[in-house]
DNA sequence: ATGGCTTGAGTGTCAAGA
Protein backbone atom coordinates (compact mmCIF):
# COMPACT_ATOMS: atom_id res chain seq x y z
CA UNK A 1 0.00 0.00 0.00
CA UNK A 2 1.25 3.33 -0.86
CA UNK A 3 -0.41 6.36 0.76
CA UNK A 4 0.13 9.73 0.29
CA UNK A 5 -1.10 13.37 1.71
CA UNK A 6 -1.45 16.94 0.13
CA UNK A 7 -2.72 19.79 0.83
CA UNK A 8 -3.62 21.14 -2.59
CA UNK A 9 -4.81 24.58 -1.67
CA UNK A 10 -7.62 24.67 -3.68
CA UNK A 11 -8.84 21.80 -5.42
CA UNK A 12 -10.21 23.66 -8.06
CA UNK A 13 -7.15 25.56 -8.80
CA UNK A 14 -4.63 22.21 -8.58
CA UNK A 15 -6.92 19.94 -10.11
CA UNK A 16 -4.95 19.03 -13.31
CA UNK A 17 -1.41 18.95 -10.88
CA UNK A 18 -3.26 16.69 -8.64
CA UNK A 19 -4.78 14.16 -11.70
CA UNK A 20 -0.99 14.74 -13.01
CA UNK A 21 0.19 13.25 -10.04
CA UNK A 22 -2.23 10.44 -9.62
CA UNK A 23 -1.21 9.56 -13.10
CA UNK A 24 2.46 9.47 -12.14
CA UNK A 25 2.59 8.09 -8.36
CA UNK A 26 -0.69 5.63 -8.76
CA UNK A 27 -0.77 5.59 -4.80
CA UNK A 28 -3.74 3.35 -3.53
CA UNK A 29 -5.11 6.50 -1.43
CA UNK A 30 -4.29 10.42 -1.60
CA UNK A 31 -5.65 12.23 2.02
CA UNK A 32 -6.36 15.48 0.68
CA UNK A 33 -6.73 18.80 2.54
CA UNK A 34 -7.75 22.40 1.59
CA UNK A 35 -10.05 21.74 -0.93
CA UNK A 36 -11.71 25.34 -0.28
CA UNK A 37 -15.10 24.02 -2.29
CA UNK A 38 -18.63 22.85 -1.30
CA UNK A 39 -19.60 19.05 -1.97
CA UNK A 40 -21.44 20.63 -4.94
CA UNK A 41 -18.55 21.34 -6.39
CA UNK A 42 -16.67 18.36 -6.04
CA UNK A 43 -14.69 17.30 -9.30
CA UNK A 44 -16.06 13.34 -8.70
CA UNK A 45 -16.29 12.85 -12.71
CA UNK A 46 -12.87 13.75 -13.45
CA UNK A 47 -11.23 11.80 -10.17
CA UNK A 48 -13.05 8.63 -11.11
CA UNK A 49 -12.26 8.81 -14.89
CA UNK A 50 -8.59 8.67 -13.28
CA UNK A 51 -9.46 5.60 -12.10
CA UNK A 52 -10.01 6.87 -8.17
CA UNK A 53 -12.71 6.72 -5.67
CA UNK A 54 -13.55 10.09 -3.66
CA UNK A 55 -14.77 10.22 -0.13
CA UNK A 56 -15.01 13.80 1.04
CA UNK A 57 -16.14 16.35 3.25
CA UNK A 58 -15.95 20.35 2.18
CA UNK A 59 -17.26 23.33 2.69
CA UNK A 60 -17.39 26.72 0.60
CA UNK A 61 -14.34 29.03 0.36
CA UNK A 62 -11.74 27.17 3.79
CA UNK A 63 -10.69 24.04 4.58
CA UNK A 64 -12.29 19.97 2.99
CA UNK A 65 -10.57 16.84 3.23
CA UNK A 66 -10.66 13.87 1.33
CA UNK A 67 -9.91 10.38 0.72
CA UNK A 68 -9.06 9.53 -3.15
CA UNK A 69 -8.27 5.84 -3.53
CA UNK A 70 -7.97 2.85 -6.23
CA UNK A 71 -10.29 0.68 -4.10
CA UNK A 72 -13.35 2.36 -2.96
CA UNK A 73 -13.22 2.80 0.77
CA UNK A 74 -15.95 1.98 3.14
CA UNK A 75 -16.86 2.93 6.33
CA UNK A 76 -16.71 6.33 6.11
CA UNK A 77 -16.57 9.16 8.50
CA UNK A 78 -16.02 13.08 8.99
CA UNK A 79 -14.94 15.36 12.00
CA UNK A 80 -14.27 14.32 15.13
CA UNK A 81 -16.52 12.61 17.21
CA UNK A 82 -17.98 14.20 20.24
CA UNK A 83 -16.34 17.63 19.20
CA UNK A 84 -18.63 20.04 17.28
CA UNK A 85 -17.01 21.54 15.07
CA UNK A 86 -18.36 23.74 11.95
CA UNK A 87 -14.91 23.44 10.02
CA UNK A 88 -14.57 20.35 7.52
CA UNK A 89 -11.05 19.27 8.79
CA UNK A 90 -11.42 15.52 8.88
CA UNK A 91 -12.42 12.58 6.93
CA UNK A 92 -11.96 8.74 8.33
CA UNK A 93 -12.43 5.39 5.99
CA UNK A 94 -11.34 1.87 5.29
CA UNK A 95 -8.85 1.38 2.35
CA UNK A 96 -7.43 -1.56 1.86
CA UNK A 97 -7.45 -3.54 5.11
CA UNK A 98 -5.86 -0.24 7.16
CA UNK A 99 -7.90 2.65 8.47
CA UNK A 100 -7.22 5.96 7.62
CA UNK A 101 -7.61 9.43 8.87
CA UNK A 102 -6.93 12.67 6.85
CA UNK A 103 -6.55 15.64 8.57
CA UNK A 104 -6.37 19.46 8.40
CA UNK A 105 -4.88 20.58 11.73
CA UNK A 106 -5.85 24.59 11.97
CA UNK A 107 -3.43 26.88 11.78
CA UNK A 108 -3.63 29.11 14.68
CA UNK A 109 -2.57 31.78 13.10
CA UNK A 110 -0.53 33.21 15.88
CA UNK A 111 -0.14 32.78 19.70
CA UNK A 112 -2.19 35.82 20.95
CA UNK A 113 -4.81 34.83 18.68
CA UNK A 114 -8.27 32.99 19.16
CA UNK A 115 -7.65 30.53 16.78
CA UNK A 116 -4.40 29.54 18.15
CA UNK A 117 -6.47 28.29 21.10
CA UNK A 118 -8.99 26.68 18.99
CA UNK A 119 -6.12 25.15 17.33
CA UNK A 120 -4.93 23.59 20.57
CA UNK A 121 -8.31 22.66 22.14
CA UNK A 122 -8.91 21.06 18.10
CA UNK A 123 -5.62 18.80 19.10
CA UNK A 124 -7.01 18.31 21.91
CA UNK A 125 -10.52 16.48 20.82
CA UNK A 126 -8.43 14.87 18.30
CA UNK A 127 -6.35 13.61 20.88
CA UNK A 128 -8.94 11.90 22.85
CA UNK A 129 -10.97 10.66 19.52
CA UNK A 130 -7.56 9.11 17.92
CA UNK A 131 -7.24 7.25 21.36
CA UNK A 132 -10.75 5.61 21.13
CA UNK A 133 -9.96 5.14 17.39
CA UNK A 134 -6.76 2.91 17.98
CA UNK A 135 -8.63 0.57 20.28
CA UNK A 136 -11.01 0.31 17.40
CA UNK A 137 -8.57 -0.29 14.84
CA UNK A 138 -6.03 -2.36 14.65
CA UNK A 139 -4.00 -0.99 11.38
CA UNK A 140 -4.46 3.16 12.01
CA UNK A 141 -2.67 5.70 10.21
CA UNK A 142 -3.12 9.38 10.41
CA UNK A 143 -2.35 11.48 7.21
CA UNK A 144 -2.74 15.15 6.90
CA UNK A 145 -1.62 18.96 7.69
CA UNK A 146 -1.00 19.43 10.84
CA UNK A 147 0.22 22.92 11.00
CA UNK A 148 2.65 21.71 13.56
CA UNK A 149 7.04 21.56 13.14
CA UNK A 150 7.81 18.96 15.53
CA UNK A 151 11.69 19.80 16.02
CA UNK A 152 13.92 22.31 15.72
CA UNK A 153 15.29 20.39 12.53
CA UNK A 154 11.83 20.81 10.69
CA UNK A 155 12.46 24.26 10.81
CA UNK A 156 14.38 26.15 8.36
CA UNK A 157 15.15 28.86 10.63
CA UNK A 158 14.77 27.70 14.41
CA UNK A 159 15.86 30.92 15.92
CA UNK A 160 13.71 33.25 13.30
CA UNK A 161 10.66 31.06 14.27
CA UNK A 162 11.05 30.43 18.39
CA UNK A 163 7.47 30.44 19.88
CA UNK A 164 5.92 31.04 16.74
CA UNK A 165 2.33 29.05 15.91
CA UNK A 166 3.56 25.88 14.40
CA UNK A 167 6.63 25.31 16.29
CA UNK A 168 5.16 26.96 20.07
CA UNK A 169 5.78 24.60 22.96
CA UNK A 170 2.09 23.89 23.24
CA UNK A 171 1.89 22.83 20.00
CA UNK A 172 5.19 20.54 20.28
CA UNK A 173 3.43 18.79 22.97
CA UNK A 174 0.64 18.62 21.50
CA UNK A 175 2.32 16.66 18.43
CA UNK A 176 4.14 14.66 20.74
CA UNK A 177 0.99 13.78 22.32
CA UNK A 178 -0.43 12.08 19.32
CA UNK A 179 2.62 10.50 19.24
CA UNK A 180 2.60 8.99 23.20
CA UNK A 181 -1.23 7.57 21.84
CA UNK A 182 1.01 5.11 20.22
CA UNK A 183 1.85 6.40 16.58
CA UNK A 184 5.26 6.73 14.77
CA UNK A 185 6.59 9.66 12.51
CA UNK A 186 6.97 7.38 9.57
CA UNK A 187 9.81 10.02 7.85
CA UNK A 188 11.53 9.66 10.83
CA UNK A 189 11.85 6.09 10.79
CA UNK A 190 14.35 6.94 7.86
CA UNK A 191 17.61 8.28 7.02
CA UNK A 192 16.60 11.67 5.39
CA UNK A 193 18.45 14.48 3.98
CA UNK A 194 18.99 17.74 6.51
CA UNK A 195 16.90 20.37 5.45
CA UNK A 196 13.55 18.23 5.00
CA UNK A 197 10.28 19.95 4.37
CA UNK A 198 6.73 20.17 2.81
CA UNK A 199 5.98 23.85 3.05
CA UNK A 200 7.51 27.01 1.79
CA UNK A 201 5.73 30.27 1.72
CA UNK A 202 4.65 31.59 -1.59
CA UNK A 203 6.07 34.99 -0.94
CA UNK A 204 9.90 36.20 -1.08
CA UNK A 205 11.49 33.01 -3.03
CA UNK A 206 10.73 30.24 -0.07
CA UNK A 207 11.39 27.75 -2.12
CA UNK A 208 14.13 28.49 -4.54
CA UNK A 209 15.74 29.30 -1.23
CA UNK A 210 14.19 26.57 1.25
CA UNK A 211 13.14 28.26 3.36
CA UNK A 212 10.78 25.60 4.59
CA UNK A 213 8.69 24.02 7.37
CA UNK A 214 7.84 20.17 7.89
CA UNK A 215 4.44 20.52 8.53
CA UNK A 216 2.65 17.70 6.97
CA UNK A 217 2.90 14.04 8.10
CA UNK A 218 2.20 10.48 8.09
CA UNK A 219 1.34 9.08 11.51
CA UNK A 220 1.32 5.39 11.71
CA UNK A 221 0.46 2.83 14.49
CA UNK A 222 1.95 -0.28 15.62
CA UNK A 223 -0.01 -2.66 13.54
CA UNK A 224 1.36 -0.82 10.29
CA UNK A 225 5.52 -1.90 9.22
CA UNK A 226 6.72 1.24 7.03
CA UNK A 227 9.12 0.83 4.16
CA UNK A 228 9.89 3.81 3.16
CA UNK A 229 8.65 8.04 3.58
CA UNK A 230 9.34 10.72 1.66
CA UNK A 231 8.47 14.18 0.46
CA UNK A 232 7.92 14.74 -3.27
CA UNK A 233 9.41 18.33 -4.53
CA UNK A 234 8.22 17.84 -7.75
CA UNK A 235 4.97 19.06 -7.72
CA UNK A 236 5.77 21.82 -5.37
CA UNK A 237 7.88 23.14 -9.01
CA UNK A 238 4.89 22.92 -10.77
CA UNK A 239 3.44 26.67 -12.29
CA UNK A 240 0.70 27.87 -10.28
CA UNK A 241 1.83 25.09 -7.12
CA UNK A 242 0.37 24.47 -4.10
CA UNK A 243 2.11 25.86 -1.11
CA UNK A 244 2.72 22.39 -0.01
CA UNK A 245 4.24 18.89 -1.18
CA UNK A 246 3.29 16.03 -0.89
CA UNK A 247 4.21 13.00 1.70
CA UNK A 248 4.30 9.36 0.15
CA UNK A 249 4.91 6.30 2.29
CA UNK A 250 5.38 2.69 1.06
CA UNK A 251 2.69 0.49 3.88
CA UNK A 252 2.88 -3.04 4.51
CA UNK A 253 0.35 -4.71 6.64
C1' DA B 1 8.63 48.14 6.07
C1' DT B 2 4.00 43.06 10.46
C1' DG B 3 5.60 43.87 4.16
C1' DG B 4 6.73 40.01 0.83
C1' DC B 5 2.26 35.67 -2.47
C1' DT B 6 -2.00 32.99 -3.41
C1' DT B 7 -6.89 31.89 -3.07
C1' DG B 8 -11.91 32.83 -2.72
C1' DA B 9 -15.47 36.08 -2.48
C1' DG B 10 -17.09 39.16 -5.75
C1' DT B 11 -16.19 43.55 -8.71
C1' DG B 12 -13.99 46.72 -3.38
C1' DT B 13 -10.41 45.00 -1.36
C1' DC B 14 -10.25 42.04 2.41
C1' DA B 15 -9.72 37.52 5.25
C1' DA B 16 -6.92 33.67 5.71
C1' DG B 17 -3.18 30.85 5.10
C1' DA B 18 1.71 29.32 7.49
Redesign the pocket.
Known sequence: MRIATW?V??L???LPQVLDWLGKQRPDALCLQ?L???DAKFPLAEIQAAGYAAAFSGQ???NGVAILSREPASAISCGIAGFADLQRRVISADVGGMRLVCAYV??G??IDSE?YQYKLNWLSAFSGWLKQELALHARLAVLG?F?IAPEDRDVHDPKAWEGQ??VSRPERDAFQGLIDLGFRDSFRLFEQADKSYT?W????NGFKRNLG?R?DHILLNAGLACASCSIDLEPRRNE?PS??APVIAEIGL
Open positions: NNSKVREKLEKTYPNQSKDNVLWDYRMLIRDH
